[in-house]
């Protein structure tokens, strides 16, 4: 073992040298791309240059020197694009905003939430602005995404996903149709609870209402009751207040704790979610970027070309920075057969040099690109 491993260390220190040797190389060939305004990718070289390794391959290593050489050639335009970067639009676009930033978020700025006074997206908002801020209720998600992009609201509240019950698909779609960035993001524990009039007792009731996706995050509790019809409205909130205001006194809504106090009604059974540690995230969404200090969450969304390998292209510029994926979320692009929209949340502090690199190099290899905006998360 010992031989083979000294063997292994004089091959490696010869790879080392040599790998140097090229990025070196490259580094000259970058300076000549720029000077000649060359892009840094060339798809036909790469092509060219696998054929050759494939060629001169022996039998049965290939697939193996193919692959080392796609990270090599990875790692290479790395560096140039770093060395090229200079400075780039993004960069500019995001310093500015990072400047213009106050310190902190406004105090009693105009919130939208989807659904009803009591809603998870309204306790969402006290925890992110700290405050009892000034908040309007719209109907459905798309309106919380149109109050903020025609300026009737500063800011709008949405939950993204849930630890239990997965993405909360409808959002990632409106994604495509609005512009916004995301200036911060929240993770809020939820509890459902059981909520019923006073006096409805458990085996009084005959319906249970609720959002669907407070449903789903219960279903193992629901089973218990076989012979209740289960109801899905717009929100837990609009649940206990439909409840509250029923002539009915055989019907419950699974919603929160601060919906029994508001809706006096009584919590007939506690925290009946399926996980007990039940999360939600929320993001808090402006019309304009604005970056706030500590920022090391950032999102963005881009297509890529309908190709073996295209995701792989993205996710190797990650994983070549040493950047970190938090989510991967992919939803179909309408009207364009099994194409997608890739959302991805992205672990990495606005003022490091991975981050911006990040975003150009996403800029240059999308098909489409959007930057979502950079943020905190709190809990
Ligand atoms: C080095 C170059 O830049 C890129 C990197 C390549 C490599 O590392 O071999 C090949 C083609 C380009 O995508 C080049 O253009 O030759």
Known sequence: MDYLRQEIDGIDKELLELFQKRMKTCAEL??????????????????????????QSEEGMTDYNR??????????KAYQQKLNRAHSEWEKVISEAIENTEKTLPKYPFVACQGVEGAYSQIAADKIFKTKTNIMYCTDFEGVFAAVDKGMCRYGILPVENS??????????????????????????????????????????????????AISQCS????????????????????????AESERSDVAALSSR?????????????????????????????????????????????????KPGGLYKI?????????????????????????????????????????????CEMDNICESFRYLGSYSEVI
Not at 67 to 76: A, E, H
Request: hydrophobic fraction near 40%; charged fraction near 25%; glycine fraction near 2%.
């Open 315 to 359: 996710l190797s510029r990650f994983f070549v920075l040493g950047i970190n994926l938090t989510k991967l979320e992919s939803r179909p692009i309408p009207d364009r057969d099994f194409e997608f929209m890739f959302y991805v949340d992205l672990e990495t502090s606005v003022y490091s040099e991975e981050f911006i690199q990040a975003v």
């Open 164 to 213: 239990t019950a997965g993405s909360v698909n409808r959002i990632y779609d409106l994604m495509t149709k609005y512009n916004f960035y995301i200036v911060r993001a929240l993770r809020l524990r939820i509890d459902h609870n059981l909520l019923a009039k006073h006096g409805t007792k458990v085996a009084d009731i005959k319906e249970i209402f609720s959002h669907e996706q």
């Open 30 to 55: 970058a300076e000549y791309k720029k000077k000649k305004e060359i892009p840094i990718l060339d798809e036909s070289r790469e092509r060219q240059k696998l054929a050759m390794v494939t060629e």
């Open 67 to 76: 692959n080392l050489f796609g990270v090599v050639m990875d790692l290479s």
């Open 258 to 306: 601060s919906c029994a106090e508001l809706y006096d009604l009584e919590m007939l059974d506690k925290c009946v979610q399926d996980q007990e540690n039940n999360y939600t995230r929320f993001i808090c969404i402006s019309k304009n970027l604005e970056i706030y200090p500590g920022s090391d969450k950032t999102s963005m969304m881009m297509s890529v070309s309908h």
């Open 220 to 243: 193992q509790y629901l089973k218990q009751f076989p012979d209740v019809k289960v109801t899905v409205c717009e929100n837990t909130a609009v649940a206990a207040k439909m409840v």
